[in-house]
Structures are given as structure tokens and as C-alpha cells.
């Protein structure tokens, strides 16, 4: 419902919480940072706090699951109780199951499940602080836990939401954009083959809008992969660094 005293954009343009229209919120990607998983990442995106954990290919339990052509990819997305303003009920609820699908199906473009068969690769998006924007941060995260657990994979998926707030188009929604303003659209992209592996829309956009969204999009998640792109780079010139 629209909220008549809200103002999310001032005359100049500029958001509510400080940025332009086109403009990320501060992004930090740190890789490798649980010990127990066989890849992990870290992704804060502004108040929008993940952690991506990932085991396998691993055996699968029980045995009769197991495929014999490929790997099955296994997601969970889950938002702890304590990283929204509503404290959210234990246990999945029908928006993480929903989540956990689209993020499965958004990662399956991209890895090469039958390099594995018969085994399991299983894929945890924890989401520890939620302000907008976590299906696609879960994803960013969620790929770049992958490629560190050394799972072969056509490209990375890096991830935004756009949308339409006040009339105006903006990148990377958070969370009062997301519920006071028109339209929010998630969107993922294996950068490299310039494929879209999702896409949902919530809200409406004409087809000019629309366009100019998608374009919007692809300009963050360029700059997302760019940065996904770094901090792979930076950890494994760390690990060479290490070894001479
Ligand atoms: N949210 C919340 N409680 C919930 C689910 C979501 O407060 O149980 C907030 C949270 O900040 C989330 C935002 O609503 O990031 C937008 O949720 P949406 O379902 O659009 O998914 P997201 O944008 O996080 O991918």
C-alpha cells in the first residue's frame, strides 16, 4: 500500500538513504570464509547481510535420490529469525521454499551437473540481515561459494533487483523501496554468456520501463561481476602468494 507522506525521492533525484537512481549500495564480497564447507562466500550489499555455504559433490542420502546422468544441485535459501524487523517463524515458510527454487534453477544454468553424477551438490543461502534485495544477493553469494568450492561452472551469476519507485527507475531496491515502491524486478545473469537465469516482476512496468530496467540491471550486475571477479582474484593470487 502507498504510503501518501513518504517521500523516497527528493526533487534532485536523489533516495532515501543518500544515493542516485543508478547507484549500487556499498558492495563487500569476502570468499572463503567458513571452515566447514567445501566453498563459502560472504556478500553485504548496504544493511543486506549473506553468507553462501556449499558441500559437495558429496554422496547422496538416501541413495535411491542419487541420478545417474548428473548431480543433483540442493538449495536452501533461509532468513534467520533476527535479520528482519518482524521476527520471522522458525523453519521455512512458503517464501523460502519459493526462494530455494528459483535460486536452484537460477544456479543449474550454470553448473555443469553432469560432470558429477550420482553425487549431490547442496548450496546454503543464510541470510543474516534483510533489507531488499536478498534472493539476488543469496545469488551473487551463492555462485561465487560454488566456483571456491572448486565446482566447474559455465560462467558466475551475479544479481540485482531494479524498479520503479515514484515514477523513477532505480538500481538495487532496499527494503522500503521494495514495499512502498511500483514495481521490483530481481534479476540474474550469467554475465559472460549474456544469459538472464531469472527474472520475476512484481508490480507493473510499460515496455519502454521495461527496457530501460533490464539495461539498468545489466549495468549493476556488471559492476557485481566485476567485483565477484576481484574477489576471486584477490584469494587465489593470496593462496599462489602463500605456496612460493
Ligand atoms: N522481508 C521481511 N520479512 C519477511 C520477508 C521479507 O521483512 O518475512 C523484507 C526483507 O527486508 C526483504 C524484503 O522484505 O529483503 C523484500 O522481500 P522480497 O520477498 O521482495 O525478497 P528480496 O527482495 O529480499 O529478494
Given at each position: 500500500m502507498k504510503n501518501e507522506k513518504l517521500k523516497l525521492i527528493s526533487e534532485e533525484g536523489i533516495r532515501i538513504d543518500g544515493r542516485k537512481l543508478e547507484e549500487l549500495r556499498p558492495l563487500r564480497i569476502e570468499i572463503?570464509?567458513?571452515?566447514?564447507?567445501?566453498g563459502s562466500a560472504y556478500v553485504e550489499l548496504g544493511k543486506t547481510k549473506i553468507f553462501a555455504a556449499v558441500f559437495g559433490p558429496r554422496e547422496v542420502h538416501?541413495?535411491?535420490?542419487?541420478?545417474p546422468d548428473r548431480a543433483i544441485l540442493n538449495c536452501r535459501y533461509h532468513m534467520t529469525s533476527?535479520?528482519?524487523?518482524e521476527r520471522k517463524p522458525l523453519g521455512m515458510t512458503r517464501r523460502e521454499i519459493e526462494l530455494s527454487k528459483v535460486i536452484r534453477e537460477a544456479l543449474e544454468s550454470v553448473?555443469?551437473?553432469?560432470?558429477?553424477?550420482?553425487t549431490s551438490i547442496d548450496v546454503y543461502v543464510e541470510v543474516i540481515?534483510?533489507?531488499?534485495?536478498t534472493r539476488t544477493a543469496g545469488l551473487t553469494a551463492a555462485s561465487l561459494a560454488l566456483a571456491e568450492a572448486g565446482i566447474p561452472m559455465a560462467d558466475l551469476v551475479a544479481a540485482v533487483a531494479v524498479g520503479k519507485v515514484e515514477g523513477h527507475l532505480v538500481l538495487d531496491l532496499c527494503d522500503i523501496e521494495d514495499k512502498y515502491g511500483e514495481a521490483d524486478m530481481p534479476i540474474a545473469m550469467a554475465p559472460r554468456l549474456n544469459s538472464i537465469v531469472l527474472l520475476q516482476l512484481n508490480g507493473r512496468l510499460t515496455k519502454e520501463e521495461f527496457r530501460k530496467a533490464l539495461e539498468l540491471a545489466k549495468k549493476g550486475i556488471m559492476e557485481i561481476y566485476q567485483k565477484q571477479r576481484d574477489a576471486l582474484r584477490k584469494k587465489y593470487s593470496e593462496v599462489s602468494l602463500m605456496e612460493v
Amino acid at each position: 500500500m502507498k504510503n501518501e507522506k513518504l517521500k523516497l525521492i527528493s526533487e534532485e533525484g536523489i533516495r532515501i538513504d543518500g544515493r542516485k537512481l543508478e547507484e549500487l549500495r556499498p558492495l563487500r564480497i569476502e570468499i572463503g570464509v567458513l571452515d566447514k564447507s567445501d566453498g563459502s562466500a560472504y556478500v553485504e550489499l548496504g544493511k543486506t547481510k549473506i553468507f553462501a555455504a556449499v558441500f559437495g559433490p558429496r554422496e547422496v542420502h538416501p541413495k535411491h535420490l542419487a541420478l545417474p546422468d548428473r548431480a543433483i544441485l540442493n538449495c536452501r535459501y533461509h532468513m534467520t529469525s533476527f535479520s528482519v524487523d518482524e521476527r520471522k517463524p522458525l523453519g521455512m515458510t512458503r517464501r523460502e521454499i519459493e526462494l530455494s527454487k528459483v535460486i536452484r534453477e537460477a544456479l543449474e544454468s550454470v553448473v555443469f551437473l553432469e560432470e558429477f553424477p550420482r553425487t549431490s551438490i547442496d548450496v546454503y543461502v543464510e541470510v543474516i540481515q534483510a533489507d531488499g534485495g536478498t534472493r539476488t544477493a543469496g545469488l551473487t553469494a551463492a555462485s561465487l561459494a560454488l566456483a571456491e568450492a572448486g565446482i566447474p561452472m559455465a560462467d558466475l551469476v551475479a544479481a540485482v533487483a531494479v524498479g520503479k519507485v515514484e515514477g523513477h527507475l532505480v538500481l538495487d531496491l532496499c527494503d522500503i523501496e521494495d514495499k512502498y515502491g511500483e514495481a521490483d524486478m530481481p534479476i540474474a545473469m550469467a554475465p559472460r554468456l549474456n544469459s538472464i537465469v531469472l527474472l520475476q516482476l512484481n508490480g507493473r512496468l510499460t515496455k519502454e520501463e521495461f527496457r530501460k530496467a533490464l539495461e539498468l540491471a545489466k549495468k549493476g550486475i556488471m559492476e557485481i561481476y566485476q567485483k565477484q571477479r576481484d574477489a576471486l582474484r584477490k584469494k587465489y593470487s593470496e593462496v599462489s602468494l602463500m605456496e612460493v
